[in-house]
């Protein structure tokens, strides 16, 4: 299953949730007493729903990233086309239902100060209203991923093969770059991190987190790219936890083991549908990888003017995983390539 349809399965099954302890706090605050007007309520109450929504951003990147690639001419003038009206036509179906939403919200708000709500049709007209938003952002993922299947091919057209590439050649890799331990590596992040963090970096661009001396090099597939930028994303995830939970439409939400993980990101211009070219900047980027099936590690990697602890733990980490181990040149960058 991927985990666009385990974030929506995912969604609807928090929804749910959420709205059923909406129903349940309607019911104790009539019994409790506090000095809170109707309107703290009632907004307290329902903002256990939270509406904001990544797609009306997410849409303006990637209607520019189309518009980018139509004047680079990697991928057919008529299907980016196609893949622009169909997004566009997504999100005004999404907008109409956002403004339904507020409406809704307000008319609500109002008959609750003036004792005349019907929590039941106010909860289950809210639900069916999210559940069709839900469903608008799967299908505009769905679309979207039409064209992130072309970006893949132009993304692996331009990495460098880890099992080709010797010390010195020039490089176009993506990297997962840290300051902890090989065992910690090893423990905590392929086997414990639900998003792997990395960076695209060539031998001109070598800027990663902190500016990290090693980690690991990995590929990239429409299965596991969450999210892409030219800048930190800002990226979080943790598991759900559901007591006090919160729902977001701006989280994004896929299965790990027994328990369920949400992804959030604070960053500016995140997409899926970058072209390797327009990541490089003179700070580091983020490609966030969702750490499942697909996100097996190629090589480990280590710059040549690493401290002692980056060398040698690059090496154990190497011969941990039985992977080649790349040494690279780091180069620092002065100007911003837009």
């Given amino acids: 299953m991927g985990f666009i349809h385990q974030d929506t399965i995912s969604k609807k099954l928090l929804l749910v949730y959420c709205i059923e302890n909406m129903r349940r706090e309607f019911e104790e605050v009539e019994s409790k007493i506090d000095f809170k007007s109707e309107e703290e309520k ?52 999404y907008e109409c239902h956002e403004d339904e939403l507020q409406k809704e919200f307000d008319k609500s708000k109002n008959e609750y100060i003036n004792g005349k709500l019907n929590i039941e049709k106010y909860l289950k ?128 939400f896929f299965f790990r083991e027994n328990y369920i993980i949400g992804v959030s990101q604070l960053g500016h211009n995140i997409a899926r549908t970058y072209l390797p070219e327009q990541l490089l900047c003179d700070n580091y980027n983020e490609v966030d990888l969702a750490n499942n099936k697909y996100t097996i590690p190629k090589a480990v990697f280590v710059f040549e003017d690493a401290k002692e602890f980056g060398r040698e733990e690059s090496k154990k980490l190497a011969e941990k995983l039985k992977l080649k181990l790349l040494i690279l040149q780091r180069k620092t960058v002065s100007t911003c390539r837009k």
């Fill in 125 to 252: 007209k809210r639900k069916d209203i999210f559940i069709h938003i839900i469903d608008l952002c799967e299908n505009y993922m769905y679309c979207e991923n039409k064209l992130v299947k072309k970006i893949i091919e132009i993304w692996n057209g331009e990495l460098t093969d880890c099992d080709t590439y010797k010390k010195g050649d020039k490089f176009k890799f993506l990297v997962y770059a840290t300051n902890k331990s090989a065992d910690f590596v090893y423990n905590n992040v392929l086997y414990g991190n639900a998003v792997i963090h990395t960076s695209y970096i060539t031998n001109e661009y070598t800027m990663t987190y902190q500016e990290r001396d090693y980690g690991l090099v990995y590929g990239i597939d429409e299965e596991n790219l969450l999210f892409m930028s030219d800048s930190d994303n800002m990226t979080v995830d943790e598991e759900i936890q559901l007591e006090n939970f919160k729902f977001s439409l701006d989280k994004c």
């Fill in 42 to 93: 009632f907004e307290e109450i329902t903002g256990k729903i939270i509406t904001l929504s990544f797609l009306r951003e997410r849409v303006k990147v990637t209607v520019n990233n189309i518009e980018y690639l139509r004047k680079r001419g990697f991928i057919d003038v008529n299907f980016l086309e196609s893949i622009k009206k169909e997004i566009e036509c997504l999100s005004q179906s």
